[in-house]
């Protein structure tokens, strides 16, 4: 008798776990859902100019700089920059400020990423760390990093 109750009880629950997930109209994705796959590929694409070279890590660099801090933007120099980013830990981060400058314009979110800096093919550092990415009038922007 306790076998036939369990059995009908499983059923019960794993139908009624499926029924929760068919009724309903499907909801748009979360703002930051959005934001995430903008800050997926912010990355993608620079680690695409990675692979590419200085010349194309700078014009991504350059393309890709928040707008409100274009001016005196950093520069990599003949550094070529391999961000990796671990995108489980991107999260909103609406107090950061870039220093002096301020806070930057639209969502600001920050990640965790490993960054390998090469010159002329050979590994001179490596470093792990945050990066923040400021999502923009439907753009992902960044901030060149300064290299010491």
Do not use: N
């Not at 620079?46 to 660099?61: C, H, K, N, P, S």
């Not at 700089?65 to 609406?94: I, K």
Request: aromatic share 6%; with cysteine.
């Amino acid at each position: 008798m306790s076998a036939r109750l369990g059995g009908a009880l499983l059923v019960t629950l794993v139908t009624a776990g499926c029924a929760v997930g068919v009724s309903g109209t499907p909801s748009a994705a979360s703002q930051e859902a959005v934001d995430a796959g903008l800050v997926g590929g912010y990355f993608s694409d620079g680690l695409a100019a990675a692979r590419t070279g200085v010349a194309a890590q700078r014009e991504f660099l350059t393309r890709t700089q928040h707008p409100d801090f274009r001016a005196g933007a950093c520069d990599p120099g003949e550094l070529v920059l391999t961000v990796e980013p671990a995108l489980s830990t991107l999260r909103p981060d609406p107090g950061w400020t870039a220093g002096s400058r301020g806070r930057p314009r639209g969502r600001v979110y920050v990640v965790a990423v490993s960054v390998t800096a090469k010159r002329d093919g050979a590994t001179v550092g490596i470093q792990i760390g945050s990066q923040h990415v400021v999502v923009l009038d439907g753009a992902a922007y960044g901030f060149a990093p300064c290299p010491r």
